[in-house]
């Protein structure tokens, strides 16, 4: 089994910052690519950045200048600095990670999910 679990969500003023981590857990062999989602109210959920086992980073525009993905694969963690919030940022945050882990008698690559972690930025 393989777990993903968010923190670093909270309320914050517009201007502000946060970090999000993110951390998997289980029987993980290789992480492949990773990502930030959000979900906000009535809304569909919408990839916020992505990183590649390499290094290689992509930001939806929206975001572009004022979040950061990063990962620290000793600890099989993605981060999410977020800088200059803004009202606009408000929803529940997801990490997706694509992982190789055993499973049982084989081995499988899945995507996983994490619970989410809500970020409120006010105004």
């Known amino acids: 089994q393989v777990h993903l679990v968010e923190s670093g ?8 910052s946060l970090r999000l981590s993110c951390a998997a857990s ?7 690519s990773m990502a930030w989602y959000r ?7 919408e990839l916020v950045a992505g990183i590649t086992s390499g290094g290689t980073t992509d ?9 950061t993905i990063s990962r ?16 606009e940022d408000t929803a529940v945050y997801y990490c997706k990670a694509s992982i190789t882990a055993r499973q049982l008698i084989t081995v499988m690559r899945n995507d996983y999910w994490g619970q989410g972690t809500r970020v409120t930025v006010s105004s």
């Open 59 to 67: 930001y939806t525009d929206s975001v572009k200048g004022r979040f």
């Open 9 to 16: 969500g909270g309320l914050v003023q517009a201007g502000g």
């Open 26 to 32: 289980g029987s993980i062999l290789t992480i492949h």
């Open 72 to 87: 620290d694969n000793a600890k099989n963690t993605v981060y999410l600095q977020m800088s200059s919030l803004e009202p």
């Open 39 to 45: 979900q906000a109210p009535g809304k569909q959920r």
